[in-house]
């Protein structure tokens, strides 16, 4: 119980807090306080009060103003006029009026009152003209000083029909009210109670309601009623607010919000709706349930079904990032899930653009817009009587089918971009990837090796391959000249110092020892008479015979003998036959050592006689032995032909089995003198042997680690060492994309064509299911409508309207008419549009309890405003920025002459922004950025606020030159610093020049001026009027009934507006004598950062900043404002160009590319002549390529985009398949085309011509439009 009332106090001093900044009793109240002043009032002296409310209030005829004679002069001009008597040498016309201003001043005072009051309407939604009748005379306390205060006060509007024409008055369709700022201070102060006039409005009621007060005052001494009639800026509205606060307070204390943010510090909303991330949409949201009739891109999508699950959230909407278009949608779904909505904002071209993108797509019927002066109450009425009568239309289509084909298709696109970007294995690479480095090395050889299980190997292993494979290739001479390498297959485990030269003893011995034995042999051979030996088995064979025959075995008489024993003694019988004996007797006194030779022997060396000695016959040689040979040196060949062999052995064991030198594979069949050269050139090569060696250890540790294929085939083919790495990377990549495509069958049964189809229909599906929304939405709600027949009986709340709407006069007041038809107007009407003030004026919280309160540019909405709505919903979105304009006190010093940004310290007031903020609300941010056509145009803000968060798109035509930000300076402008004159006129008188030039050369963009200061937006105006008048011809551009005229203002209005291009005036500068003073007006204050965040935010195509002053010439030691630090970066960035705003930046704007596969694409078409710019744009969002057209260097001729990361990283099929491509088609005129991996991979060169036949096809067409309006 305790606790109860702890948080109730808490609630009741919020109220009370709210409740002092809203009330207003103070002497600069124009309501209690009532002051001439020289521009902001007028006093009407003729005709009389009477006949001024007969005319205008009672028979609704408007009055006019008189024009001088002679005006020829600005409206806007300060200067007094010379003729002080004119007003009463005027002669006046019936229906015009004369007051206490002269005849200039008082269309000078008029058109300021204009201004003013459109400017409260546009921007705090509420009328604050008035003409007041009738002034009480009343002072505070006995003693002080008289005031005056205007009693009956008629809205009223004031007209103008062109340049030179009179100013008119006329009534404006609103309550005329009794001063309720004084109604309150008179009851509470003075027990008097001014009641409302309550017979019918005429001049004799008005004088007896006059009376009546006189009455009522008759005891305090000097009080009286004035007749008089005065014009000016009053605002009362903030009464009703208070009213609302007193009159529900019990409302307010149960609110759970409201107790949050009186201080409760736990979460009392009660939402357990679910708050999806961006990336879930699409796995969670069905489009059977999506009744979006607007584009979403996947940020704006996240808060429409935030607001769908019921949970109250802050929506963060940066400039130009379609907030207007969600809140458009988060309607529509809430319309669509029988929902009531109310829509808040105290700027009416808020609600304008939101109930009229309704209204595109047939749902403004269903809205009823009520800001505080745009309708009367027969305006409303007829509004709902149209609603009551409205027919249904045509049943609408089942969408079923399509929503599920939809799912299905959206379900398979994002499958296939998830797997094609899912990493796998032990590589932990994803296809693309693979596909990316595939990419680059595809062109190196192309060498089939076996790699194992390539599944199982992980970067590590990998790094490590490749680790290696680089050291091998290091030996890239061994490796070019590997199948000559004179140690080639050399195995031993070492090569020591004491190794290689044994080597070279052993090579260089038995060259020379075979060299002597060769010269030996040759010198038989010519001596019997035979071929001469070539061959080193030659060689032995001649050895063979003659150190175990003397030469005498080469006789003829040993012919027969020879053929005897090879072809007669080869059975036992030979014992037998005494020839036989004869003939071992004979070999035995020839033979050297006259030894018995066992016969297998002496076939052996008969065999090879008969061979030599058949190749000498064949030569034409007739053997004979002849030759003298002594023994000694018989002996010395044996010696030598044994030391041959074992140093041929020893040769042979250098090497490896599998892998002899070729000389030494074919044994004794070589070339007798190349092997003593081979020998002896190896026996001065031995230094080369520790390359070998390791270089053959370091491929063995290749074989270990399963890279010996490789090496193996790599070697076999001859393949460069400069082209290992990228050859195993060719072969490992292509192993891996094959297993990898085959593990799911989104990636396996991929096809192009196919895939660009399921896209074409996605997006029509996607298109179509938007269009068919709004039809669906309807139709349930007419279901809820009355019908509108004469069969079924009226409701008494129906019935009630139906006597409103045959009325001509005396009309139900809003307010009662509301309370008694709650249920019908929401079922006419679910959607409600009001100002704040409205909300507080018309809906009964007892009575109206609405699902979801949407708050639209809430930075500039104070709690105190905002608490009035949020009690009368369950779910609150608060939409806007917390970097743009917060509330401020200009608007209350907008009645008076006073307001002077260089003087006031005008304090920013909290929002209900900041405060949803502070209790930890939700935060969605939309993140797409739609409205600039240049991306210079908000890449400072984008930089500076938003942390580059924001998506932008990059342009196709950096040539074009009506569009981007312009640095134009005015070194001749002079800051005036005079009191009511600080402003700077040259500078102003040159933007003026810049609009009428921009609407000469371009009619058809709309034109915005916005001003750092009130004085300078004031002397603009009259600089444009001056031109107008010196420019007849010129007034024709200015036209004010399109819908978006032109427009000059300050800082302090502009939020909420856009234009095509924007003319910004920095007016400060330089004074008369060269003083430059740091005073930047509302910029220097805290939080003046922001005001300059929605300056330079506002234009579509263009920006021209008008300055006086270079940026150095604002000294930052000599202020500490942000807002000043940052005006004068963004002067650098209009100078100097975009890459000011990342002077500081440590990321590269000019990134080149965003995968390997990027890169490869670049290499292969930059090789064909295209000019390519990687990374397109300056935001999270880059183009991946650009062709450049080469006649134009500033224009691209396509947009190419391959399925990387990019394409990856887009949360939903809508972003990535349809959204992003047709607003870069459609608003900045891209032509885009796509290149999947997969396709370059299988064959480049057909896409290669793909790309070259898209560029052709943009060179033939006309250059397209760089952008399109809105």
């Given at each position: 119980?305790?606790?109860?009332?702890?948080?109730?106090?808490?609630?009741?001093?919020?109220?009370?807090?709210?409740?002092?900044?809203?009330?207003?009793?103070?002497?600069?109240?124009?309501?209690?306080?009532?002051?001439?002043?020289?521009?902001?009032?007028?006093?009407?002296?003729?005709?009389?009060?009477?006949?001024?409310?007969?005319?205008?209030?009672?028979?609704?005829?408007?009055?006019?103003?008189?024009?001088?004679?002679?005006?020829?002069?600005?409206?806007?001009?300060?200067?007094?006029?010379?003729?002080?008597?004119?007003?009463?040498?005027?002669?006046?016309?019936?229906?015009?009026?004369?007051?206490?201003?002269?005849?200039?001043?008082?269309?000078?005072?008029?058109?300021?009152?204009?201004?003013?009051?459109?400017?409260?309407?546009?921007?705090?939604?509420?009328?604050?003209?008035?003409?007041?009748?009738?002034?009480?005379?009343?002072?505070?306390?006995?003693?002080?000083?008289?005031?005056?205060?205007?009693?009956?006060?008629?809205?009223?509007?004031?007209?103008?029909?062109?340049?030179?024409?009179?100013?008119?008055?006329?009534?404006?369709?609103?309550?005329?009210?009794?001063?309720?700022?004084?109604?309150?201070?008179?009851?509470?102060d003075f027990k008097i109670e001014l009641k409302e006039i309550e017979n019918g409005l005429t001049?004799?009621?008005?004088?007896?309601?006059?009376?009546?007060?006189?009455?009522?005052?008759?005891?305090?001494?000097?009080?009286?009623?004035?007749?008089?009639?005065?014009?000016?800026?009053?605002?009362?509205?903030?009464?009703?607010?208070?009213?609302?606060?007193?009159?529900?307070?019990?409302?307010?204390?149960?609110?759970?919000?409201?107790?949050?943010?009186?201080?409760?510090?736990?979460?009392?909303?009660?939402?357990?709706?679910?708050?999806?991330?961006?990336?879930?949409?699409?796995?969670?949201?069905?489009?059977?349930?999506?009744?979006?009739?607007?584009?979403?891109?996947?940020?704006?999508?996240?808060?429409?079904?935030?607001?769908?699950?019921?949970?109250?959230?802050?929506?963060?909407?940066?400039?130009?990032?379609?907030?207007?278009?969600?809140?458009?949608?988060?309607?529509?779904?809430?319309?669509?899930?029988?929902?009531?909505?109310?829509?808040?904002?105290?700027?009416?071209?808020?609600?304008?653009?939101?109930?009229?993108?309704?209204?595109?797509?047939?749902?403004?019927?269903?809205?009823?817009?009520?800001?505080?002066?745009?309708?009367?109450?027969?305006?409303?009425?007829?509004?709902?009587?149209?609603?009551?009568?409205?027919?249904?239309?045509?049943?609408?289509?089942?969408?079923?089918?399509?929503?599920?084909?939809?799912?299905?298709?959206?379900?398979?696109?994002?499958?296939?971009?998830?797997?094609?970007?899912?990493?796998?294995?032990?590589?932990?690479?994803?296809?693309?990837?693979?596909?990316?480095?595939?990419?680059?090395?595809?062109?190196?050889?192309?060498?089939?090796?076996?790699?194992?299980?390539?599944?199982?190997?992980?970067?590590?292993?990998?790094?490590?391959?490749?680790?290696?494979?680089?050291?091998?290739?290091?030996?890239?001479?061994?490796?070019?000249?590997?199948?000559?390498?004179?140690?080639?297959?050399?195995?031993?485990?070492?090569?020591?110092?004491?190794?290689?030269?044994?080597?070279?003893?052993?090579?260089?011995?038995?060259?020379?020892?075979?060299?002597?034995?060769?010269?030996?042999?040759?010198?038989?051979?010519?001596?019997?008479?035979?071929?001469?030996?070539?061959?080193?088995?030659?060689?032995?064979?001649?050895?063979?015979?003659?150190?175990?025959?003397?030469?005498?075995?080469?006789?003829?008489?040993?012919?027969?003998?020879?053929?005897?024993?090879?072809?007669?003694?080869?059975?036992?019988?030979?014992?037998?036959?005494?020839?036989?004996?004869?003939?071992?007797?004979?070999?035995?006194?020839?033979?050297?050592?006259?030894?018995?030779?066992?016969?297998?022997?002496?076939?052996?060396?008969?065999?090879?006689?008969?061979?030599?000695?058949?190749?000498?016959?064949?030569?034409?040689?007739?053997?004979?032995?002849?030759?003298?040979?002594?023994?000694?040196?018989?002996?010395?060949?044996?010696?030598?032909?044994?030391?041959?062999?074992?140093?041929?052995?020893?040769?042979?064991?250098?090497?490896?089995?599998?892998?002899?030198?070729?000389?030494?594979?074919?044994?004794?069949?070589?070339?007798?003198?190349?092997?003593?050269?081979?020998?002896?050139?190896?026996?001065?090569?031995?230094?080369?042997?520790?390359?070998?060696?390791?270089?053959?250890?370091?491929?063995?540790?290749?074989?270990?680690?399963?890279?010996?294929?490789?090496?193996?085939?790599?070697?076999?083919?001859?393949?460069?060492?400069?082209?290992?790495?990228?050859?195993?990377?060719?072969?490992?990549?292509?192993?891996?994309?094959?297993?990898?495509?085959?593990?799911?069958?989104?990636?396996?049964?991929?096809?192009?064509?196919?895939?660009?189809?399921?896209?074409?229909?996605?997006?029509?599906?996607?298109?179509?299911?938007?269009?068919?929304?709004?039809?669906?939405?309807?139709?349930?709600?007419?279901?809820?409508?009355?019908?509108?027949?004469?069969?079924?009986?009226?409701?008494?709340?129906?019935?009630?309207?139906?006597?409103?709407?045959?009325?001509?006069?005396?009309?139900?007041?809003?307010?009662?008419?509301?309370?008694?038809?709650?249920?019908?107007?929401?079922?006419?009407?679910?959607?409600?549009?009001?100002?704040?003030?409205?909300?507080?004026?018309?809906?009964?919280?007892?009575?109206?309890?609405?699902?979801?309160?949407?708050?639209?540019?809430?930075?500039?909405?104070?709690?105190?405003?905002?608490?009035?709505?949020?009690?009368?919903?369950?779910?609150?979105?608060?939409?806007?920025?917390?970097?743009?304009?917060?509330?401020?006190?200009?608007?209350?010093?907008?009645?008076?002459d006073e307001y002077d940004e260089d003087d006031y310290d005008v304090e920013d007031y909290e929002?209900?922004?900041?405060?949803?903020?502070?209790?930890?609300?939700?935060?969605?941010?939309?993140?797409?950025?739609?409205?600039?056509?240049?991306?210079?145009?908000?890449?400072?803000?984008?930089?500076?606020?938003?942390?580059?968060?924001?998506?932008?798109?990059?342009?196709?035509?950096?040539?074009?030159?009506?569009?981007?930000?312009?640095?134009?300076?005015?070194?001749?402008?002079?800051?005036?610093?005079?009191?009511?004159?600080?402003?700077?006129?040259?500078?102003?008188?040159?933007?003026?020049?810049?609009?009428?030039?921009?609407?000469?050369?371009?009619?058809?963009?709309?034109?915005?001026?916005?001003?750092?200061?009130?004085?300078?937006?004031?002397?603009?105006?009259?600089?444009?009027?001056?031109?107008?008048?010196?420019?007849?011809?010129?007034?024709?551009?200015?036209?004010?009934?399109?819908?978006?005229?032109?427009?000059?203002?300050?800082?302090?209005?502009?939020?909420?507006?856009?234009?095509?291009?924007?003319?910004?005036?920095?007016?400060?500068?330089?004074?008369?004598?060269?003083?430059?003073?740091?005073?930047?007006?509302?910029?220097?204050?805290?939080?003046?950062?922001?005001?300059?965040?929605?300056?330079?935010?506002?234009?579509?195509?263009?920006?021209k900043l008008v300055a006086s002053i270079e940026p150095e010439d604002i000294d930052l030691s000599?202020?500490?404002?942000?807002?000043?630090?940052?005006?004068?970066?963004?002067?650098?960035?209009?100078?100097?160009?975009?890459?000011?705003?990342?002077?500081?930046?440590?990321?590269?704007?000019?990134?080149?590319?965003?995968?390997?596969?990027?890169?490869?694409?670049?290499?292969?078409?930059?090789?064909?002549?295209?000019?390519?710019?990687?990374?397109?744009?300056?935001?999270?969002?880059?183009?991946?390529?650009?062709?450049?057209?080469?006649?134009?260097?500033?224009?691209?001729?396509?947009?190419?985009?391959?399925?990387?990361?990019?394409?990856?990283?887009?949360?939903?099929?809508?972003?990535?398949?349809?959204?992003?491509?047709?607003?870069?088609?459609?608003?900045?005129?891209?032509?885009?085309?796509?290149?999947?991996?997969?396709?370059?991979?299988?064959?480049?060169?057909?896409?290669?011509?793909?790309?070259?036949?898209?560029?052709?096809?943009?060179?033939?067409?006309?250059?397209?439009?760089?952008?399109?309006?809105?």
């Amino acid at each position: 119980m305790e606790d109860n009332l702890l948080e109730r106090g808490k609630v009741q001093d919020k109220l009370q807090y709210w409740m002092a900044h809203l009330r207003d009793m103070g002497r600069r109240n124009r309501l209690l306080f009532f002051k001439d002043t020289r521009a902001s009032s007028i006093i009407i002296s003729e005709p009389n009060a009477l006949e001024i409310f007969d005319s205008l209030v009672v028979n609704g005829r408007s009055i006019y103003a008189p024009l001088s004679q002679n005006a020829r002069k600005s409206l806007f001009d300060e200067s007094e006029s010379d003729d002080e008597g004119d007003a009463t040498e005027y002669e006046k016309r019936d229906d015009e009026f004369l007051s206490n201003k002269t005849l200039e001043n008082v269309n000078q005072v008029l058109s300021n009152l204009r201004y003013k009051a459109r400017t409260v309407r546009e921007e705090q939604g509420f009328n604050a003209l008035y003409m007041g009748f009738g002034l009480l005379k009343w002072q505070e306390g006995t003693g002080s000083e008289f005031s005056e205060a205007p009693l009956v006060l008629v809205p009223i509007d004031i007209g103008r029909e062109g340049l030179g024409a009179r100013f008119s008055i006329e009534l404006l369709e609103e309550e005329i009210v009794i001063n309720p700022t004084l109604q309150t201070k008179l009851l509470k102060d003075f027990k008097i109670e001014l009641k409302e006039i309550e017979n019918g409005l005429t001049a004799e009621t008005l004088t007896d309601y006059w009376k009546q007060v006189e009455q009522l005052v008759q005891n305090y001494e000097g009080w009286e009623v004035l007749s008089k009639v005065v014009i000016g800026i009053f605002n009362f509205q903030t009464l009703m607010l208070i009213k609302d606060l007193e009159r529900n307070e019990e409302h307010y204390i149960r609110h759970p919000l409201i107790q949050m943010l009186s201080g409760r510090l736990d979460n009392l909303m009660n939402e357990t709706g679910d708050v999806l991330n961006a990336r879930d949409l699409d796995e969670k949201v069905s489009p059977l349930n999506v009744f979006q009739i607007l584009d979403a891109d996947s940020s704006q999508q996240e808060a429409i079904e935030a607001a769908k699950s019921g949970v109250s959230f802050v929506l963060q909407g940066p400039p130009g990032t379609g907030k207007s278009q969600t809140i458009a949608n988060i309607i529509a779904e809430s319309m669509a899930i029988g929902k009531k909505i109310l829509f808040v904002s105290q700027k009416s071209v808020a609600l304008d653009v939101v109930h009229n993108r309704l209204s595109q797509h047939g749902l403004g019927e269903f809205c009823l817009e009520i800001h505080s002066y745009k309708k009367n109450k027969k305006d409303v009425i007829q509004d709902l009587g149209k609603s009551l009568s409205a027919r249904k239309g045509e049943a609408v289509q089942n969408s079923t089918q399509k929503k599920n084909e939809l799912s299905r298709l959206r379900r398979e696109l994002n499958d296939f971009v998830k797997e094609l970007h899912t990493p796998r294995f032990g590589m932990k690479l994803s296809l693309f990837r693979v596909l990316g480095e595939l990419g680059k090395v595809y062109e190196s050889p192309n060498i089939k090796f076996s790699l194992g299980n390539i599944k199982t190997i992980n970067t590590e292993q990998y790094q490590k391959h490749l680790s290696l494979i680089r050291e091998i290739a290091s030996y890239d001479l061994l490796i070019s000249d590997f199948g000559d390498h004179p140690w080639k297959g050399f195995n031993r485990g070492s090569s020591t110092i004491q190794e290689r030269e044994e080597i070279s003893e052993k090579f260089e011995k038995i060259a020379r020892i075979l060299s002597s034995q060769i010269a030996a042999t040759q010198d038989i051979a010519k001596g019997i008479n035979i071929e001469s030996p070539e061959k080193l088995r030659q060689h032995f064979d001649i050895l063979r015979i003659v150190t175990v025959f003397k030469p005498l075995i080469f006789g003829d008489e040993f012919i027969d003998l020879t053929d005897r024993f090879l072809e007669k003694y080869d059975s036992i019988i030979r014992f037998l036959k005494p020839q036989y004996w004869k003939d071992i007797s004979l070999l035995t006194k020839i033979n050297w050592r006259e030894e018995k030779l066992h016969l297998d022997k002496i076939s052996r060396i008969l065999m090879v006689l008969r061979k030599t000695r058949e190749a000498a016959l064949s030569n034409n040689l007739l053997p004979n032995g002849d030759y003298d040979l002594s023994l000694e040196v018989v002996n010395k060949l044996k010696n030598n032909h044994k030391e041959i062999i074992r140093l041929y052995k020893f040769a042979v064991s250098l090497f490896a089995d599998d892998d002899q030198p070729e000389i030494l594979q074919a044994r004794f069949d070589v070339d007798a003198e190349g092997l003593v050269e081979w020998f002896s050139k190896l026996s001065t090569q031995t230094d080369q042997i520790i390359e070998w060696v390791n270089f053959r250890n370091i491929v063995q540790q290749g074989k270990d680690i399963g890279i010996g294929d490789f090496v193996n085939k790599a070697l076999e083919k001859g393949i460069p060492a400069n082209q290992w790495e990228n050859a195993y990377k060719r072969r490992f990549y292509v192993l891996l994309s094959d297993l990898i495509t085959q593990s799911h069958s989104a990636l396996s049964k991929f096809r192009s064509s196919a895939h660009s189809n399921a896209i074409d229909r996605f997006r029509q599906l996607d298109n179509e299911l938007r269009e068919i929304a709004s039809l669906e939405i309807r139709e349930k709600l007419y279901k809820i409508r009355p019908e509108a027949t004469w069969v079924q009986a009226d409701s008494a709340e129906t019935i009630i309207l139906r006597k409103e709407l045959n009325k001509q006069r005396r009309i139900k007041p809003l307010r009662r008419l509301f309370s008694e038809i709650p249920n019908l107007i929401l079922n006419l009407k679910p959607c409600l549009m009001m100002s704040p003030l409205t909300v507080s004026q018309l809906l009964d919280p007892e009575i109206y309890k609405f699902d979801i309160a949407i708050f639209d540019e809430a930075s500039q909405i104070p709690p105190e405003y905002a608490v009035g709505t949020i009690v009368r919903a369950k779910q609150v979105v608060i939409a806007g920025d917390r970097h743009q304009m917060p509330p401020t006190r200009f608007f209350h010093a907008i009645d008076t002459d006073e307001y002077d940004e260089d003087d006031y310290d005008v304090e920013d007031y909290e929002s209900i922004l900041n405060a949803c903020d502070a209790i930890s609300m939700p935060n969605k941010m939309l993140l797409w950025h739609y409205r600039s056509a240049d991306e210079s145009l908000i890449a400072f803000s984008n930089y500076n606020f938003y942390d580059n968060k924001l998506l932008t798109f990059p342009n196709s035509n950096g040539e074009d030159k009506s569009t981007g930000l312009e640095f134009v300076h005015v070194p001749d402008g002079i800051y005036r610093r005079g009191k009511g004159a600080r402003n700077n006129q040259i500078e102003a008188r040159k933007v003026a020049e810049l609009v009428f030039e921009t609407l000469v050369h371009s009619p058809k963009l709309s034109i915005g001026v916005v001003a750092f200061s009130q004085s300078q937006r004031q002397i603009i105006e009259q600089e444009i009027d001056r031109l107008k008048r010196e420019k007849p011809n010129l007034y024709a551009l200015f036209d004010y009934n399109k819908e978006e005229q032109v427009f000059v203002k300050s800082l302090e209005t502009v939020q909420g507006d856009e234009r095509d291009v924007i003319i910004f005036s920095i007016g400060y500068g330089k004074d008369e004598i060269g003083k430059m003073s740091m005073n930047f007006g509302p910029l220097n204050r805290q939080g003046g950062e922001r005001r300059l965040n929605v300056a330079v935010t506002r234009a579509r195509r263009a920006v021209k900043l008008v300055a006086s002053i270079e940026p150095e010439d604002i000294d930052l030691s000599r202020t500490q404002s942000l807002g000043a630090k940052l005006l004068k970066s963004y002067m650098k960035v209009a100078r100097d160009g975009m890459k000011e705003v990342y002077a500081d930046e440590t990321l590269n704007p000019n990134a080149e590319f965003d995968s390997p596969f990027e890169e490869a694409v670049y290499d292969s078409l930059s090789r064909r002549g295209i000019i390519l710019k990687p990374q397109v744009g300056v935001s999270q969002y880059r183009i991946d390529f650009g062709v450049v057209d080469p006649d134009q260097r500033g224009r691209y001729l396509l947009g190419i985009e391959c399925d990387g990361a990019t394409y990856h990283s887009s949360p939903t099929a809508r972003d990535r398949d349809r959204l992003r491509q047709q607003i870069l088609e459609n608003k900045f005129g891209w032509r885009i085309h796509r290149i999947w991996s997969r396709d370059w991979i299988d064959n480049p060169h057909a896409e290669i011509k793909k790309v070259i036949d898209a560029i052709n096809v943009s060179k033939k067409s006309s250059p397209r439009k760089s952008v399109k309006k809105n």
